[in-house]
């Protein structure tokens, strides 16, 4: 494919913070008086954004509060929250490192905040293996839109066609398609309703240690 550079997205394809995240939800319907959710729910809402999480989730339990209202109450436990118990997916380390002396630079592209990201990297060790971060609120558009992966090829000095991709959502399949830039997706990660066998991907993996065979 002579694919030049990597996009990563962060929640569902390099780590597992599906817990952490769910915890902050219920954090925030604690403070609300509203009921729990399981965190099997809350990883089927992961991948659109925090705004979108935070409407699913008072949309489940059928709140009328404003969003606006709500959102400085989530953001303070999704901080808290950030460092609770994140895991990286197995071979995350080892590709990160073969890629990186293979000389191919790398990114995130995620619709995380972006001031989370830093301290996720670096609490998990893997900081040093990114050039750039592109989070939900770098630009006015996030994924699916194609313009996260667009900023993200230029700033890597790549066209699109030559990066590569790598997720685990609808939400990046959506967005690689839209800035024509080939996605290898993840079968381990948040796929929400996404038929994998069925998706516009390069390849399907069960492991990330199978990347390299894609590229």
Same mark, same amino acid.
């Given at each position: 494919?002579?694919?030049?550079?990597?996009?990563?997205?962060? !929640?569902? /394809?390099?780590?597992?913070?599906?817990?952490?995240?769910?915890?902050?939800?219920?954090?925030?319907?604690?403070?609300?008086?509203?009921?729990?959710?399981?965190?099997?729910?809350?990883?089927?809402? $992961?991948?659109?954004?925090? @705004?979108?999480?935070? /409407? *699913?989730?008072?949309?489940?339990?059928?709140? *009328?509060?404003?969003?606006?209202?709500?959102?400085?109450?989530?953001? @303070?436990?999704?901080?808290?929250?950030?460092?609770?118990?994140?895991?990286?997916?197995?071979?995350?380390?080892?590709?990160?490192?073969?890629?990186?002396? @293979?000389?191919?630079?790398?990114?995130?592209?995620?619709?995380?905040?972006?001031?989370?990201?830093?301290?996720?990297?670096?609490?998990?060790? $893997?900081?040093?293996?990114?050039?750039?971060?592109?989070?939900? !609120?770098?630009?006015?558009?996030?994924?699916?839109?194609?313009?996260?992966?667009?900023?993200?090829?230029?700033?890597?000095?790549?066209?699109?066609?030559?990066?590569?991709?790598?997720?685990?959502?609808? *939400? !990046?399949?959506?967005?690689?398609?839209?800035?024509?830039?080939?996605?290898?997706?993840?079968?381990?990660?948040?796929? @929400?309703?996404?038929?994998?066998?069925?998706?516009?991907?390069?390849?399907?993996? !069960?492991?990330?240690?199978?990347?390299?065979?894609? $590229?």
């Amino acid at each position: 494919m002579g694919i030049a550079a990597l996009v990563f997205d962060l !929640d569902g /394809t390099l780590v597992d913070s599906a817990d952490d995240i769910a915890e902050a939800v219920n954090r925030t319907l604690d403070d609300l008086s509203l009921p729990r959710v399981s965190e099997a729910t809350v990883r089927s809402w $992961i991948g659109e954004g925090v @705004r979108r999480l935070v /409407t *699913t989730a008072l949309a489940h339990a059928r709140s *009328t509060r404003p969003l606006d209202e709500v959102m400085p109450t989530f953001m @303070r436990h999704y901080r808290d929250c950030l460092l609770r118990s994140p895991r990286l997916y197995g071979g995350v380390v080892e590709v990160l490192q073969q890629l990186q002396a @293979r000389g191919l630079p790398m990114a995130i592209c995620t619709n995380k905040p972006s001031a989370l990201v830093p301290p996720l990297l670096d609490h998990l060790g $893997i900081a040093g293996h990114f050039a750039y971060i592109i989070g939900g !609120d770098t630009l006015p558009q996030r994924k699916p839109a194609a313009e996260p992966l667009l900023h993200a090829a230029q700033l890597l000095g790549q066209a699109p066609a030559h990066c590569l991709m790598v997720g685990d959502s609808a *939400t !990046d399949l959506g967005a690689a398609n839209a800035a024509g830039m080939p996605i290898v997706l993840v079968r381990y990660g948040y796929p @929400r309703d996404l038929d994998l066998e069925a998706a516009d991907a390069v390849a399907v993996i !069960d492991d990330l240690r199978q990347l390299s065979a894609c $590229i």
